[in-house]
């Protein structure tokens, strides 16, 4: 299957140092560089520029400081007081206060207990302040601690955070329907990761099918559900599941990433949805920008004429 095929390169050549070196020289650059199509840049003022901007076209948003693996404590606190300077910056800016973020930044390989602590310290200062925080889906190796601390958090109430589930992995539709009992808040995603068979779909068709399922479980049962994705079916469907059950198009939201498809993210404003674009922005952009390659090689292309454009 070529999306399996080129996750899985993809994914190879993320840890390549020497194309690493290429593309931090060139990707971020020029305005025109080829990472800035996907990352909003390495300051967070110009991602609350980059915000500012999608908020112009009547959407909303949601920023996210990139970074994650954190290899030791010291990483993952100065990843945490990173985040406490974005709140300030952002809530001195005026755009919407809502935040993502993954665990593995604030110290999950390292230790549990640091990154429960780094994480309510996000909170308390997010919280009062009107933030939402989104916690990321990382790879399958860190679900079930992700919705472990998720959970702990939202039962020692803090109800200003959200979750992600992937529609690849076999156990999410059991995760959705425990959370969407909570009363919490899910993003669904169809899953950026390579994942082995044991754990999860390995057919786009079955990731599809089961995003599906999910779609209508989440906008029926869920909370404020987040839909977030790309896929023309996957979003004609959810409208025409919340029209026929009428869900208000105030109780869910479309969530797509910064760069992919504005075409798409422009209809769906003009037609009276709500949706919120996902903006990366920070020095630690590579991972997250192979992810965005892996997923559609045609932006391979895009890369190497830009690389080949600046060079000349
Ligand atoms: C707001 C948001 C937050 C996310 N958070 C997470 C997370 O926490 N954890 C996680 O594992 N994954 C996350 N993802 C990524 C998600 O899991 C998918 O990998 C990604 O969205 C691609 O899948 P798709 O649903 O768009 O559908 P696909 O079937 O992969 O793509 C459908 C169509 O969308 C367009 N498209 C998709 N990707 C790209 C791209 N990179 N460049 C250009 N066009 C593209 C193409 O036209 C494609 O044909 C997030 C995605 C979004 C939108």
Redesign the pocket.
Known sequence: MLGRASKTLFHLVARSGTLKKLASRYGMRKPSSFARRFIAGETVAEAIEAARAVEARGMKITLDLLGESSRNLAEAEAATRAYLAVIEAITRSGIERNLSLKLTQLGLDVDKASTIDNLRKILEIAGPAGFFVRI???DSAYTAVTLEIFETLWRHGYRQIGV?L?SALYRSEQDLQRINELGARV?L?????MEPKSVAHQE?ADV?AAYARMMKMLITDGHDAAI????PA?IDLARQWARHHDVAADRFEF???YG??RDLQAMLVAAGYRV?V?IPFGRQWFPYFM??LG??PA?VMFVIRNILGERG
Do not use: C, S
């Open positions: 990321d889906m990382e992600v992937q993003r995603v169809k899953g950026a990761y786009k599809d977030a994705t790309h896929d996957m969530q797509m990433l992919v498809r919120r996902y992810r965005r997923e559609r932006n």
